[in-house]
């Protein structure tokens, strides 16, 4: 079975790979995208990074000015 592991940036991708793998981490790339593979404790695992954001979160637009409205509303 192989793990797989999305980050926000690649960057952050081969900063994870790299502390996960050990240090030995094989970059490949898969449709233009870069992989980090690896074997830990006898599974494989692959690490990558996506384009722009993996969550958004929007508030109503009376919310939008942060300077005028009071943070505990927003929680």
Not at 5 to 31: D, Y
Not at 51 to 69: K, L, Q
């Amino acid at each position: 079975m192989t793990t797989v592991v999305f980050t926000e940036k690649n960057k952050a991708a081969a900063q994870i790979a790299k502390i996960l793998g050990s240090g030995s981490v094989n970059r490949i790339s898969v449709e233009g995208v870069q992989v980090y593979d690896f074997k830990k404790n006898g599974r494989q695992w692959r690490v990558m990074g996506l384009a722009g954001h993996i969550m958004g979160y929007d508030y109503p637009e009376e919310y939008h000015n942060w300077h005028a409205v009071d943070p505990k509303v927003l929680l």
